[in-house]
């Protein structure tokens, strides 16, 4: 009798293990205190390194672990924006409170964590490993929102996200459950074909109530309406640092599994939960959009933005078509860029006037501070889709792909939410441009200290991390200024863009159409 | 070569930005009067019966059908040399004047030209789409950081009482309303190809669409997704509520351009995209456009006429004369369609100079508002005869080419319905009170206290009369333009007439 011992195909895996191994290494270097203050460098070569591994894998086509995780085009690339996200989150957080208070190595591990999940998440194939990647992504993500330990907002926040998050994942775990009840597998497609066998499990109720929660609990995890009620105080509560990984690398990895479960697993039930999700969709545009009319402050603008993008994004795996996967692709690959880019000019601002990210502290630095007010600007006509903008490419991606389909009322959704969030991204840019510079009597205003309550009231008069200079350090402006300019450039030459993104949809040929 | 006209302009407004601040307007100035050469070197070896030329076409965006395709024809000819001739005395002109922040100044003009010829020359619908987007941004800026607050107290040349506009809601007004519209347009034009592909290769090009036509049904709402986007940007009414806000608080050689050049596109866009693309549906609404078109030239007339605010009197003329060129083109017969080739660009000719003097006599009076004005003509009797050619040509006196591009627009609509013709005539008599009216209340009459009659100063002069000059030149031969456009045009109503039969 012989026994084979399973073939452990390491290649495919290395990045996974490459990013847990730099996960221990910063944990390991917590310890030994003259290695200590090297945790940013070691958190970057670790996620270099996994993106080198990732683009070496390149082309990669395998089942691994017994079907529990695929690696392929969709992973690839989506676990490379969630990369960029990190990589910027770290550069951003040098010398944020939040990271220095919470203890440097201690909030990289949080962060490598979740990027893990992330990664874990984007190559899931089976309902285990979806649910571990997921909680691996949002536990840190947790804590890491309430890491500012001296803002009552940050702690605020980092509970609010723990209870509405784990409401989110327990809708999502019931459903799970449910849909193994009615296709009795778990790996996603072997649930199609037990759909598919089951007799009348199509339109079964305990399918469609299956379906219908896990659609929640993601919805919970992309912010989309009318399960977003959570983004805007969390965006605003969070350190900014965070808020931005939150913001771009939450969305990439959730939609990847949003993609790959519902266009494998539940490919059968399509007819079922496309009109479901364009209704989901259409509530995110309108809810997000108007919403954020009304926001003075930057971050939570930011956050309703995020959730009118999400909606937007929702609408490609309505399509259920390569082209929709390409086109969600490209768009997030776009918001990436164009959310990095805002967020990093947040922190600069907030680091200047005693984190203050109201709206009113963009006046006038247009004439004084080009070099911020630039990305920023970039940024916001991105988002509003004015080409020559990625942004622009990335909605006529998305409307191209709903048209195919027949989801023309859809496109139309997508048309008339651009237009409403002219209205909030443009008071960005009038503020930035058009207002009068502001007087040094309103610089004393953003940080009046009697509105404030008196524990950050004490912190904001004399604050260790206020940072007159921060425009001037190269790894709080670098990621704004590359991902503005990419922004431009994936306008102009879109190409290498949509071969990225139908690299990704090239990976579901097999199931969709 | 008409990739080297479209990026001339922005290649040097990006050189622009580079070189020291005292150099940027020269070098803005330098590379409109290069695309202008360019755009008459077509111009020299262009066939008015050779149909599309100087063809390009490069794919852009394979994966969605998008191509870099440029071409250009009978139409856009004169319109491409509009936007060329036009831009170069808006820069130069605040060249003179010297303004705040140069570089991004002329840069973003520059981007504006860009983007104009880009709309003009574009080949395929997205990129014309993608053109027509562009167009708006730079003048969001050019309004919004070098425009002023208008009807505030500390406005002397505001129209006091009426109202202020602040600089902000008036560029925000202009950029959602056109921006409603051209969005709408992305999905008719995604739509279009879509459907006329009917599941074949997807491509935009125009004349691949127009060739593989589009269904009846659809022809209908994709219709109405351009012409909103193209009513808007004329603007007609009802669809002009962003005008008034954005012409008083703009700067006035950046709206001496807006006014003359991006208003035709809108226009340029219903010969070159909607008749040809959608032929049934412009049959089937063409009663409703002309009622509109009618309704502008109306309304347009009147306010002109009421408005004391002289960049409102020029900004509802426009109306009024756009309306005239979208009748001209809905009629469907060649002399109409000519008649408003010929008319877009005799208004664009002479609005730029319209819109500078503006500027002048706001410098010797302090005020743009026509009521605390008057006897400007006493010692600038040059300046005054400029003035004088513009109001002439403005309201199409006889022996102007005005008067010939709405004879042929009135002959156009004779053709379809007399009816059309006669009340459209109605604002032909209303252009003669409006403009006579301005330039008398400005001119003539006793001159104010604190008012200052000098003459147009040389280089002031160097800049208006030689647009002047191919105002008077282009009256006595507006057959240039007349039998250039011929074939072009004829190409486009045709699609419509044999519809029709």
Redesign the interface.
Known sequence: MSFDAPAIDYAALSPVIALTAGLVAIVLAAVLDPIKRFGPVLALIALATTAGLLIWQWNADADLVSGALRLDGLAVTLSLLTIVAAAVAVLLAIGDPAETQAGRSDWLALLMGSVLGMVILAQATSMLTFFVGLELLSIPLYALCGTNLRRRESLESGLKYLIVGSVGSATLLYGLAMIYGASGATEFQAIADGLRAGDGMLSDSLTLAGVGLIAVGLAFKVSIAPFHQWTPDVYQGAPTPVTSFMAVATKAAAFAVFIRFFLVALGPLADQWDVMLAALAALSIVVGNVGALAQTSLKRMLGYSGIAQAGYMLAGIVTATQAGV?ALVFYLAAYVAMNVAAFAVVVIRERQTGFSDDISTLRGL??DKPALAWPLTISM?ALA????TAG??G???L??AL??TDW?WL??MI??G??IS??YY??V??AL???PARDEEEEGEAIDTASLPPQIAGAAVADPFADEGADRRWYLLAPAVLAAAAAIFFGVI??PL??F??HAGNALSVWVS | MLSSIIWTPIVFGLIGLLVPRRFAAWVATFGAVITLGLAIGVLAGFDPDGGMQYVTDVT?????G?DYSLGIDGVSIFLVLLTAVAWIPAIAFSALRGVE?PGLYYFMLAAGETATLGAFLAQDL?LFV??F??MI?PF??LF??WGRDRGGDDDPAGSPGRGSVT??SA??KM??FT??GS??M??GA??AA?ISADGGELTFSIQAIVARGLPDGSQNWIFWFFAVAFLVKMPAFPLHGWMPDAYRAAPLPALAVFSAVLSKVGAYGFLRVVLPMMPDAAELFQATMLVLAIASIVYGSIMAFTKTDLRLVLGFSSVAQLGFITAGIFAFELTGAEGAVLQMVNHGLVVVPAFLIVALIAERTGSEELGPMGGLAKRAPVFAVIFLIVAMATLAIPASANFIGEFYILNGLFQVDAAWAIVASVGVALAAFYALRMYQLTMHNPLPDGADSREISLRDALVLIPMVGIVVVLAFCPQLIVHGSESAVESSVAVVREVAK
């Open positions: 390409d247009g004439r006509l889709g004015l080409p020559p622009f490419v909605k006529l991606y409307i191209e048209v195919d023309t496109a139309v048309a008339v651009t237009m002219l209205g443009l008071r840019v009038a441009w058009m207002g879109p190409q949509v071969e993104a139908q | 852009w965006i394979s994966g969605l998008v922040r997205l993608l053109f987007d562009l941004v969001y800026f919004g950081i600089v902000q560029t925000l950029i959602v921006l409603i969005l709408l992305l999905v995604i739509a879509v």
